[in-house]
């Protein structure tokens, strides 16, 4: 989790250096200007969205995975 929204978080500062603004009509054409932030920043939202085999996928999977070993020990306790 903390990867991607990291990832996340250092893009929006990297695109508000290179840019000079926050103001959201003056941020067009990112990708041509910062390809490799343009790059990170698709990585880094198909992660949150938990998609596979991107890491968010991983950790709901882990989680969900958790929930349902508890909940089979609590069955049976």
Avoid: Q
């Avoid at 990708?31 to 969205?49: D, K, Q, Y």
């Amino acid at each position: 989790h903390s990867t991607y929204k990291g990832a996340l978080h250092m893009k929006d500062g990297i695109v508000d250096h290179e840019v000079g603004t926050r103001h959201i009509r003056r941020l067009g054409g990112l990708m041509s200007l910062v390809p490799i932030t343009f790059t990170i920043a698709v990585i880094g939202s198909f992660s949150m969205t938990g998609l596979p085999p991107f890491n968010g996928f991983l950790c709901k999977e882990m989680f969900f995975a958790a929930v349902w070993a508890i909940r089979d020990v609590e069955a049976f306790s």
